[in-house]
C-alpha cells in the first residue's frame, strides 16, 4: 500500500510539472501594426507554430478597412506558415466566440471567409471572448510548437467615415466608389516597403 501511494504522489508531481511547463504566450497588437508583427515574428521554415488570433469586435462584421488588412495579413502569414503549423481564429467584446477551429494556415479560402463573415462563422456565442479563447488554447495545445494566443486590436469605426470625403474630393468623385479603402491600403504603403527592403 505504501508502494501505491508513493507511485500515485510522483504521479501527481509529474502532472502538476507537466501542466506547469504547458504555458500558452501572449502577444498584443494593433491593427495597424499587424502586418509587420507578422513579418518580424513568423519566418519562413521556422519552429512549429500553434496560434490562436482572438481580434476584437464591434457590431456586426468587420470594416472594409479592415477585412482589407486582416486579409493580407492572412495572406502573407499563410505563405510563411507551413502545412504542419495550426492557427485558430476567436472573438472578443461585442461578440465572443471561437470563429475559425485549429486549422492549416493553407486553408487560406477558410480563413478569408471567416475574416469576411465572423459572426456566422461562430457556432456558439460566449459571455468572455477572451477567458474562452484560452480555454481553447489549452485544449488544442501541441507539444514542442509554440503556442500562442495573439490578441488584435481593432479600432472603433462605427459611424466614423474620416478618408470618404477625402478621397472623393481627391478623385473628383462625389458617389464615393471605395476609394476609401485605396486610400487606406495607400496608408499602408510605406511599412510594406519598409518591410520588404529589409
Do not use: W
Not at 103 to 108: F, G, N, Q, V, Y
Not at 141 to 159: A, C, F, S, T
Amino acid at each position: 500500500m505504501k508502494k501505491l501511494i508513493q507511485y500515485v504522489a510522483i504521479l501527481f508531481c509529474a502532472v502538476q510539472l507537466n501542466s506547469q511547463e504547458r504555458s500558452v504566450e501572449t502577444e498584443s497588437v494593433t491593427l495597424e501594426n499587424l502586418f509587420t508583427f507578422i513579418v518580424d515574428h513568423f519566418e519562413e521554415d521556422g519552429h512549429p507554430q500553434n496560434i490562436s488570433f482572438l481580434l476584437k469586435t464591434h457590431q456586426g462584421d468587420f470594416s472594409e478597412e479592415d477585412k482589407f488588412i486582416l486579409k493580407q495579413t492572412f495572406k502573407l502569414l499563410s505563405k510563411r506558415l507551413s502545412e504542419d503549423d495550426y492557427v485558430s481564429i476567436a472573438t472578443y467584446h461585442n461578440y465572443s466566440g471561437i470563429a475559425l477551429r485549429k486549422t492549416s494556415p493553407k486553408a487560406l479560402k477558410k480563413i478569408l471567409y471567416t475574416i469576411e463573415y465572423p459572426k456566422e462563422s461562430i457556432k456558439a456565442f460566449a459571455k468572455d471572448g477572451i477567458e474562452l479563447a484560452y480555454q481553447y488554447a489549452n485544449e488544442i495545445y501541441e507539444e514542442d510548437y509554440d503556442n500562442k494566443v495573439i490578441m488584435i486590436r481593432l479600432p472603433e469605426r462605427q459611424g466614423i467615415k474620416p478618408l470618404a470625403p477625402l478621397a472623393n474630393n481627391i478623385a473628383g468623385n462625389k458617389k464615393g466608389n471605395g476609394t476609401a479603402i485605396v486610400l487606406s491600403a495607400l496608408t499602408l504603403l510605406p511599412e510594406i516597403i519598409a518591410v520588404i527592403k529589409n
